[in-house]
């Protein structure tokens, strides 16, 4: 590719996570996503899946059954299937808990097909999980063996928040579907259920195209896009930065489910060091727009 091409591709999530790896820089926000966010992915999937298995035509050549758009994501490669994600890491975690439940509830049902198709997704070499994020391995490996994960008070929020949404994953899938159906709906996830890769050049291009996607789409929250700014410009301390951020979270969220004490702490610290007594606009600023 030259410099700042862009080029997209189609994949099924079958051929999205067999033999490849994501992972994410360190601009990216935690696993954030809330209960009404999973709710709407599954019931939407749920619902087109529903559609599709009642057609007898497409019953008899599912591969003619209609794909699922799920929408775009952006990625670059460092090296040949290890891709980091720049946009779309909400819900390629969020597919990996529902891979992780199809295939505990396959195993429960003695279906080899199912669990050797959801293996091929989950794990490269039967081991690294394919969403390779290193601060949620001891949440997913819990889930992955149909354990309860106990939260303590070093977890950070993106890991007691993965464990909530699994929980309520497998709640909302045994509401949607019934057993007869999930080897169907697992079929049809794999095969029929699209995204849209946008590939960057390289890292600077994908953060640039980060930066304008969540800064004009308002998507991220000006913590995110204050932590961004700060990586960007770090140089050689990129590990000291990102290791300090993530412990000011963890003892930010300690014993507390609340998404907004970073950003209520960072507004009154700049408020106390750098707001100018008599200088309205200057508070105006930090309450409403932090990260400029």
Not at 55 to 70: E, G, H, K, S, V
Not at 100 to 127: H, K
Request: a negative charge; aromatic letters at 10%.
């Amino acid at each position: 590719m030259g410099p700042d091409e862009i080029r997209s591709q189609g994949f099924s999530l079958n051929e999205l996570f067999r033999d490849a790896t994501y992972e994410i820089d360190y601009y990216q926000r935690d696993y954030t996503w809330g209960e009404e966010e999973v709710r709407t992915l599954l019931r939407d999937l749920c619902d087109s899946f529903r559609n599709w298995s009642t057609d007898p035509a497409y019953l008899r050549r599912p591969n003619t059954a209609p794909q699922y758009f799920l929408g775009p994501f952006v990625y670059y490669e460092l090296s040949k299937k290890r891709r980091y994600l720049v946009d779309g890491q909400q819900r390629f975690v969020t597919l990996h808990l529902v891979f992780l439940q199809l295939r505990l509830w396959a195993q429960e049902a003695g279906n080899s097909r199912a669990v050797d198709r959801l293996n091929r997704v989950i794990t490269i070499d039967g081991a690294q999980f394919s969403v390779g994020i290193t601060d949620h391995d001891p949440v997913l490996r819990s889930v992955s063996a149909g354990r309860k994960y106990e939260t303590g008070p070093g977890d950070s929020l993106s890991r007691r928040n993965l464990w909530a949404r699994s929980q309520q994953i497998e709640s909302q899938l045994v509401e949607e579907l019934d057993a007869e159906r999930l080897h169907r709906f697992t079929e049809w996830l794999l095969d029929r259920v699209v995204l849209v890769g946008i590939r960057a050049s390289g890292a600077d291009h994908g953060y640039r195209m980060f930066e304008t996607m969540n800064d004009r789409g308002a998507r991220l929250t000006a913590v995110d896009l204050l932590k961004s700014h700060l990586l960007s410009h770090v140089g050689s301390g990129e590990d000291q930065l990102n290791t300090q951020w993530h412990e000011m979270l963890r003892e930010l969220t300690t014993d507390r489910e609340d998404p907004t004490a970073a950003s209520r702490f960072i507004k009154a610290y700049l408020l106390a060091r750098h707001a100018r007594e008599g200088h309205a606009e200057d508070r105006r600023q930090i309450v409403t727009n932090l990260n400029v």
